[in-house]
């Protein structure tokens, strides 16, 4: 049973890929080395949609 399990967290740990929900737009931000930075939670900007529904962006 444990080979079982330890085939199973090698295969999730080889498939699993992260992926950025809003690819159009990243928000890219750097924190200072030694600092908790990864855990505090990003601010989102919204952008006003046009008259068609798409984002109003020069991207």
């Given amino acids: 049973m444990k080979c079982y399990q330890l085939v199973l967290v090698v295969l999730n740990v080889c498939l699993v890929h992260g992926f ?3 690819p159009r737009i990243p928000v890219i931000k750097k924190g200072l080395s030694g600092s908790y930075f990864g855990y505090s ?3 989102h900007q919204e952008i006003p949609d046009d008259d068609k529904g798409r984002p ?3 991207i």
């Fill in 56 to 58: 109003k962006s020069c």
């Fill in 20 to 22: 950025n929900l809003e």
């Fill in 41 to 43: 939670v990003a601010e």
